[in-house]
């Protein structure tokens, strides 16, 4: 266990009076202590195997997809029984293209026989119990070996590392995080332990954005961490605040939602730095992160096997995101459709120089992010690429669906919006999708975010599984 799991835990519990004290110590001691034996581990392997080959690559990336196949054969019962019915002959997968050869799950077979995915060599109290919330909004459940924290922070600290990032830089966090009580303001805390400047994102008011600028320019936080939504509403004030902001950042670090192409040019105008992202799930099955000279997502070959399948579960340029974890042999997911949709890259080489496999982009999940037109087909919310002055003028908007063609869509508008330019970005919109879906404007005062802090574009109200993806 690393020191910083237990120290957290305890320093939490801290008033706040005492955390710059406990945040001072605790940097005298050396990174490795700090971060503890997993963390260095991992950090290593991804450092000298960085930049090998693609044949060096495959040769490791086998060798970790036989391991976890021939350990869940043996030592699941779930896979044991499922791979008996289904006829697979384990002397026949020698490499990971075998993978086809195997059938897939799913989060609702997942819910259904939990403990039957369980290692016959792990124990539940051994474990760290996780729940996702599943494709009907039910939550699903699963257990991880507690090396899984340091072991995903090394992973995550290798990617942002591309941005410069280091595991001691600080940053300004804009996530669903409560924000600790006893501090001078109740919507902005900073934690020196983390070196994070938390402000609040579910109270973003002119007021309180204002305080967080006053709190940048005193803090200087190297980069931002947080929720597009909340990054978006920051850059919308700090663009009409007089001045701006003196402080730069180094780099913006988004998670957890999906980034849509005006945003990110958005984001980037607005701070002059460069935004970073990575795509990744709890389940922690495949993991991928943007590089120095390219925004597709570098899938981390150690760390899951990714494909993307079709609605027949046949491997295709485009489809659901199908991941085989190499890390969790505890609880192993093989063949897991994750429900978000993917397309591959179809350029051959990077520029950066790695040789993982690159998606072109993830468009966000199957039954959340999609709108439907008249004739039932899908269009992502990606698709609608929105690049337009227009949209400068609205803080924030929602586009609600409980009719295939027609979308509402809400705006939460800048002073400076008017008639005209809704009719501009109805015309846009309606031209993107060449007539198949109508919007319906509606000006509203406030688009609140979700209770988990992060903010949902589409609010998909249709039985959206019925139509079919085009
Ligand atoms: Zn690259």
């Not at 009580?181 to 309180?208: A, S």
């Not at 922690?284 to 027949?312: F, M, T, W």
Request: glycine share 8%.
């Amino acid at each position: 266990m690393s020191l910083i799991y237990t120290v957290k835990k305890n320093y939490d519990r801290l008033p706040a009076s005492l955390l710059k004290i406990a945040g001072a110590l605790y940097y005298c001691l050396p990174a490795e202590k700090r971060y503890g034996g997993d963390f260095e581990k991992t950090t290593d392997l991804l450092k000298k195997t960085e930049y090998l080959s693609k044949e060096e690559l495959d040769t490791l990336v086998n060798e970790r997809f036989l391991y976890i196949v021939k350990y869940a054969a043996a030592h699941v019962p779930y896979y044991r029984e499922k791979y008996g019915e289904y006829g697979v002959d384990m002397a026949s997968i020698h490499d990971v293209r075998d993978i086809v050869k195997l059938p897939t799950i799913d989060k609702e077979e997942l819910r259904a026989h939990r403990d039957q995915f369980l290692s016959d060599e792990y124990k539940p109290e051994d474990l760290m119990y996780i729940t996702t919330s599943g494709s009907t909004g039910n939550p699903v459940g699963f257990y991880q070996k507690k090396s899984m924290m340091m072991t995903e922070w090394a992973y995550v600290m290798h990617i942002w590392s591309r941005a410069g990032c280091k595991p001691d830089s600080s940053r300004l966090v804009l996530r669903g995080k409560k924000i600790k009580e006893g501090g001078k303001d109740p919507h902005i805390f900073y934690d020196p332990l983390r070196r994070e400047l938390n402000c609040d994102v579910f109270n973003m008011t002119e007021e309180n954005l204002e305080k967080y600028c006053v709190a940048i320019e005193k803090y200087k936080p190297e980069f931002i961490h947080g929720y597009m939504s909340a990054i978006m509403m920051l850059a919308k004030y700090v663009e009409s605040r007089g001045g701006g902001l003196k402080h730069s950042f180094k780099g913006i670090l988004a998670v957890s939602e999906n980034i849509l192409r005006e945003q990110r040019d958005y984001v980037e105008k607005v701070f002059g730095a460069r935004v970073f992202s990575f795509y990744g799930h709890s389940e922690r099955l495949v993991i991928a992160g943007e590089c120095e000279k390219s925004s597709q997502y570098h899938i981390e070959p150690l760390y899951g096997y990714c494909e993307l399948l079709d609605r027949n579960g046949r491997q295709a340029n485009e489809g659901e995101i199908t991941g085989t974890g190499f890390l969790n042999d505890a609880m192993p997911l093989i063949r897991y459709r994750t429900g978000d949709i993917a397309s591959w890259s179809g350029e051959k080489e990077c520029p950066c120089g790695r040789h993982a496999l690159r998606l072109a982009g993830v468009q966000g999940r199957w039954n959340q992010d999609m709108l439907v037109t008249k004739e039932g087909a899908y269009v992502s919310l990606a698709a609608l690429n929105i690049h337009s002055d227009e949209f400068d003028y609205i803080v924030r908007y929602k586009l609600v669906q409980d009719e295939p063609g027609v979308v509402t869509m809400k705006i939460l508008p800048q002073k400076e919006y008017s008639n005209e330019k809704g009719k501009r970005i109805k015309g846009l919109l309606e031209e993107k999708v060449s007539g198949k879906i109508r919007f319906d404007l509606q000006l509203v005062d406030d688009l609140p975010v979700g209770a988990n802090g992060k903010y949902k574009i589409v609010d998909q109200r249709l039985p959206i599984h019925h139509f079919k993806i085009s």
